[in-house]
């Protein structure tokens, strides 16, 4: 079974610029996680998409967007890009749903890096 | 919201020794706390979890306990290897609609 993939693995920008990045879950996922790891931050909650929905939204500005197609999978966008946004974005999935745990599984990321 | 503090922030220790990571945890209704171990260049990957209706699980030279009423819970690794060397997250979580939240990481070294 193919796990949470993101794409791309490495993306380079320079500031004022606009970065997309891609998840696909866990086939039978509907639940999507978005997460910022900056160096030495650890996992900032940044976006929760289930069924097509955003559900919640972590403390981010509104140029932090995304959404999440029919087939579950999800994008990520970046405008206005500044130099703090340099970081690993991990995409997680689970099962979905309001009910039981938020088991959550990773993708390996994507490392955005702003000039 | 929740907030959880872990601890240490780096752990240093030979192969073969035990390693302790602790977490606490601010909000009582939490009721499922993962850990994740995260390899260099790789997604964190789950290794333990463990829900509030239980006080210690193991897995082979991992364990995880939890004392609800302190709030704290704690992973155990017994007979640590270097491929253990690692970032360690620990989680809490209410389940729902409710988002899990991380603790800060331990890096472990693990010394040949």
């Known amino acids: 079974e193919a796990g949470v993939t993101q794409s791309p693995t490495h993306l380079i920008k320079t500031r004022g610029q606009q970065a997309t990045l891609r998840c696909s879950p866990i086939s039978g996922h509907t639940s999507v996680y978005w997460y910022q790891q900056a160096l030495g931050l650890g996992l900032q909650f940044l976006l929760w998409?289930?069924?097509?929905?955003?559900?919640n939204r972590g403390n981010f500005p509104p140029r932090f967007s995304g959404r999440q197609f029919p087939n579950y999978s999800s994008e990520l966008n970046v405008n206005a890009l500044e130099l703090e946004d340099s970081a690993l974005y991990l995409c997680?999935?689970?099962?979905?749903?309001?009910?039981?745990?938020?088991?959550?599984?990773f993708g390996a990321g994507s490392r955005l890096t702003v000039l | 919201g929740e907030n959880v503090e872990q601890h240490p922030s780096t752990l240093s220790v030979q192969e073969g020794d035990s390693a302790v990571i602790k977490c606490t945890y601010s909000d009582s209704a939490s009721n499922y706390f993962p850990w994740y171990k995260q390899e260099l260049g790789k997604g964190p990957q789950l290794i333990i979890d463990?829900?509030?209706?239980?006080g210690e699980k193991k897995d082979q030279r991992i364990a995880v306990t939890l004392n609800k009423t302190a709030k704290h819970f704690s992973l155990h690794i017994t007979e640590t290897q270097p491929e253990d060397s690692a970032v360690y997250f620990c989680a809490a979580s209410k389940g729902g609609s409710y988002i899990p939240t991380f603790g800060r990481g331990t890096s472990l070294i693990v010394h040949p």
């Open positions: 463990i829900r509030s209706n239980v």
């Open positions: 997680a999935s689970s099962p979905g749903g309001f009910s039981g745990a938020n088991v959550l599984t």
């Open positions: 998409y289930d069924e097509g929905e955003e559900r």
